[in-house]
T-cell receptor, first 110, second 119 residues
Framework: GIQVEQSPPDLILQEGANSTLRCNFS?????LQWFHQNPWGQLINLFY???GTKQNGRLSATTVATERYSLLYISSSQTTDSGVYFC????????????FGTGTRLKVLA | ETGVTQTPRHLVMGMTNKKSLKCEQH?????MYWYKQSAKKPLELMFV???????ENNSVPSRFSPECPNSSHLFLHLHTLQPEDSALYLC??????????????????FGPGTRLTVL
């Protein structure tokens, strides 16, 4: 099956700093999502981005499908950005079978 | 608020108990999912229902029994669980309705989870 690896596993930032999170996947995929899981366990979807670049406020994401990776950029980080960031991929379209990465745990210090 | 609710939020049960987890989505979606999240492990897909029909079952032990009575509700019935089943159980939904579905219709929306402890 597809392997999904995220790096770095842990990241500590000072408030206001920028960061880049990476998601590598071992096979071609049809769908890719980025999620943020807050300290209370709630997963919020950030981007649906099987290819290309999207931006939403201080967050942006780029997926280069041909090279099998996706990047999540966080600019001017805030303490509320703390939590775990997951990418999830779906190999086929409409298979409903999403494979999640191991996540990047981010802590933003005030 | 994602439009997906789960109850209870916390559950402590003994190994001989029977309990059920409930998920409800208010998004008009056609697909619903159960995931298990254990400490230090990625989310594991357990079950998927599309239009109330089970389309995915990831070799989950029979002590977990899903039920999808309609497209808005999903249950996970638990019986004779083991301590290693303690985890966060997450429900999700997506709009997708068929295996040819593509695009953002596959975007998943998650509930807040039920934190289960098995004693």
């Amino acid at each position: 099956g597809i392997q999904v690896e995220q790096s770095p596993p842990d990241l500590i930032l000072q408030e206001g700093a920028n960061s880049t999170l990476r998601c590598n996947f071992s096979d071609s995929v049809n769908n890719l999502q980025w999620f943020h899981q807050n300290p209370w366990g709630q997963l919020i979807n950030l981007f649906y981005i099987p290819s290309g670049t999207k931006q939403n406020g201080r967050l942006s994401a780029t997926t280069v499908a041909t090279e099998r990776y996706s990047l999540l950029y966080i600019s001017s980080s805030q303490t509320t950005d703390s939590g775990v960031y997951f990418c999830a991929v779906e190999k086929g379209s409409g298979t409903y079978k999403y494979i999640f990465g191991t996540g990047t745990r981010l802590k933003v210090l005030a | 608020e994602t439009g997906v609710t789960q109850t209870p939020r916390h559950l402590v049960m003994g190994m001989t108990n029977k309990k059920s987890l409930k998920c409800e989505q208010h998004l008009g979606h056609n697909a619903m999912y159960w995931y298990k999240q254990s400490a230090k492990k990625p989310l594991e897909l357990m079950f998927v229902y599309s239009l109330e029909e089970r389309v995915e079952n990831n070799s989950v032990p029979s002590r977990f029994s899903p039920e999808c009575p309609n497209s808005s509700h999903l249950f996970l019935h638990l019986h004779t669980l083991q301590p290693e089943d303690s985890a966060l159980y997450l429900c999700a939904s997506s709009q997708g309705t068929s295996r040819t579905t593509s695009g953002s219709r596959d975007t998943q929306y998650f509930g807040p989870g039920t934190r289960l402890t098995v004693l």
